[in-house]
């Protein structure tokens, strides 16, 4: 059988198909979702997320680093990445920057630890 009848038959029973399946996301909701997942997808980015998000009164960036056991400049590119996706709010006071979570990286952080 050559390649073109195999295509041809592939098309031939995508046409055919009995339903179809859609769902109601916009292409910009997915672009957002898929962002916030690569995000979370990288474990200083994680990790740094789960500490942040376990302080009562936010994180300094200084407080980060021992913990994290990366460099400054990692830590400040992981949380760089979580304020642009939106999953930590950030405020000064003095020199230092406070890190805190969003309501919205919060109910992530819970879904993951209820599906556990």
């Known amino acids: 059988m050559s390649s073109e009848n195999t295509a041809g038959n592939g098309e031939a029973a995508r046409s055919e198909r009995c339903c ?5 996301l916009s292409n910009a ?3 957002e979702d898929v962002e916030t997942l690569a995000t979370l997808g990288n474990d200083t980015r994680y990790e ?3 500490l942040i998000a ?4 936010g994180v300094c960036v200084c ?4 913990e994290l056991g990366v460099s400054q400049g ?3 590119q992981a949380l760089s990445r979580l304020f642009t996706s939106g999953l930590v709010d950030r405020r000064k006071e003095g020199r230092w920057r406070y890190y805190s979570a969003t309501p919205r ?4 952080l819970r879904v993951l630890d209820e599906t556990r």
């Open 105 to 108: 990286a919060e109910r992530l």
């Open 20 to 24: 179809s399946v859609d769902h109601s």
């Open 29 to 31: 909701e997915i672009a």
């Open 54 to 57: 376990e302080a009562e009164d």
């Open 63 to 66: 407080d980060l680093e021992p």
């Open 74 to 76: 990692a830590v400040s």
């Open 48 to 50: 740094a997320l789960r």
